[in-house]
């Protein structure tokens, strides 16, 4: 008789159960499980609790697609004396679990659910990163956070958000370029369209945020870093444009790009912009939204 079996017939006679073996989940293609995350219930703290619910105030979100230029933005943003831009961190898939019905129930009785357990942690996490660095704000740019803003918004209600714009076609072609096995055209078109459209939902949901363009960073990043500066309240620096000091060490595999282009330490030409009639078509509608394309499908680098 088999293990499992002799297992279920004591827990059987004893409490009633059985053991099943968990179904092993088909692995997911990049995006699937940020936009598909099982629902937590939470607490959002009033304004006035806040000082008391979170250690940290006013962080800074950087919402984009993949390979929208979010890795340089946070290079130049982290090279600010005051400006903490770590990693790729990906709190939305850090979890926080009750392992049996004791802790839940001592947890319930703090009024703290799963979700309040998690951004508990979450806030903890980066607190600790902001501290670590001797600076005074944190600038987080997961391309999975634009999928969970609004649960951003319910743990931190006085967080700010960057959104971050990048011609879809460029998007989709860096994509594929980064793994043409592994993606090859059409996938990544699948892929990253999937980012992009919720990033166009927090750009609709009219968040308060400051959107840059990926084309503008690097035709003119002393414009655009003043700009961002004057959004985020602090003053502009010339070192933000050589953030290579950093980029030897700060940038992981796995966790950002990570490439020869990156590790310059300077900020890069942009792509020539794709023509109106390379743009896929399931991309065409999100372009002109954007500004990219006119109705009329005039190209615009605007």
């Given at each position: ?16 159960l ?46 984009s ?5 979010s ?69 987080e ?20 958000f ?117 743009i ?23």
């Open positions: 008789m088999s293990l499992m079996r002799n297992l279920n017939r004591a827990l059987t006679a004893t409490t009633g059985q053991v099943r073996k968990a179904s092993r989940a088909a692995p997911s293609e990049p995006g699937a499980a940020e936009s598909a995350q099982p629902a937590v219930t939470y607490r959002r703290p009033s304004e006035q609790e806040l000082p008391v619910e979170r250690l940290l105030r006013r962080p800074v979100f950087i919402i697609s993949v390979r929208s230029g890795t340089l933005l946070r290079m130049m943003l982290g090279a600010h004396s005051r400006l903490h831009a770590p990693h790729e961190l990906h709190l939305g898939r850090t979890d926080v679990i009750c392992n049996n019905w004791h802790s839940q129930r001592a947890m319930s009785a703090l009024g703290l659910d799963r979700g309040d357990l998690e951004h508990l942690l979450w806030d903890r996490v980066l607190h600790r990163k902001l501290v670590r660095s001797g600076k005074d704000v944190v600038v740019k997961t391309p999975a956070n634009a999928f969970m803003y609004e649960r951003i918004l319910d743990c931190w209600p006085d967080a700010r960057v959104l971050l714009l990048r011609h879809p076609e460029s998007i989709v072609r860096s994509w594929h370029e980064s793994d043409p096995v592994k993606r090859p055209y059409d996938t990544a078109v699948t892929d990253a369209l999937r980012y992009m459209t919720a990033v166009e939902k927090v750009r609709r949901a009219d968040t308060g945020g400051c959107t840059v363009r990926y084309e503008d960073v690097t035709a003119d990043p002393e414009r655009e870093m003043r700009r961002l500066c004057a959004f985020l309240g602090v003053d502009y620096e010339p070192a933000m444009l050589r953030y290579g000091g950093k980029a030897g060490t700060e940038l992981i595999r796995g966790l950002g790009d990570w490439r020869d282009n990156i590790r310059t330490g300077t900020v890069q030409p942009g792509r020539e912009l794709p023509a109106d009639d390379e896929a078509p399931a991309l065409r509608p999100l372009c002109q939204a954007w500004g990219y394309t006119s109705p009329e499908g005039v190209g615009s680098a605007a």
